[in-house]
């Protein structure tokens, strides 16, 4: 079964870091693009960052520039989000997706662009 989950949310201050990782099972990254939303209540799941199939190639949502980093560990499998100065408006339900077109170019942050969710890790940021 091909599949995504999250973890690392929780509650964290503001300033605070928090490093969310994405595993896969019957899937590697490597060949394929993986991205990160979000989803605050009452409002749409918006792109936060993607890492292209090379990993080579990373892009990231203006608000979250300088304070957010993904990576990917291809030995592991996994997906990382950096999170660090953590602001309040940064709380959300978190997910990582992955675009199962093979290997495809470009720079996709629409969440229409990505097959495969994982089920979300919450991260609060407390002011």
């Known amino acids: 079964q091909v599949q995504l989950v999250e973890s690392g949310g929780g509650l964290v201050q503001a300033g605070g870091s928090l490093r969310l990782s994405c595993a896969a099972s019957?899937?590697?990254?490597?060949?394929?693009?993986v991205g990160w939303f979000r989803q605050a209540p009452g409002k749409e799941r918006e792109f936060v960052a993607a890492?292209?199939?090379?990993?080579?190639?990373?892009y990231s949502t203006d608000s979250v520039k300088g304070r957010f980093t993904i990576s990917r560990d291809s030995v592991k499998n996994m997906v990382y989000l950096q999170m660090n100065s953590l602001k309040p408006e940064d709380t959300a339900a978190y997910y990582c997706?992955?675009?199962?077109?093979?290997?495809?170019?470009?720079?996709?942050?629409?969440?229409?662009?990505?097959?495969?969710w994982g089920q979300g890790t919450q991260v609060t940021v407390s002011s």
């Open positions: 997706a992955a675009d199962l077109r093979y290997r495809r170019i470009g720079y996709y942050t629409n969440p229409g662009d990505y097959d495969l």
């Open positions: 019957g899937l590697t990254f490597s060949s394929y693009q």
């Open positions: 890492i292209d199939w090379s990993g080579a190639s990373t």
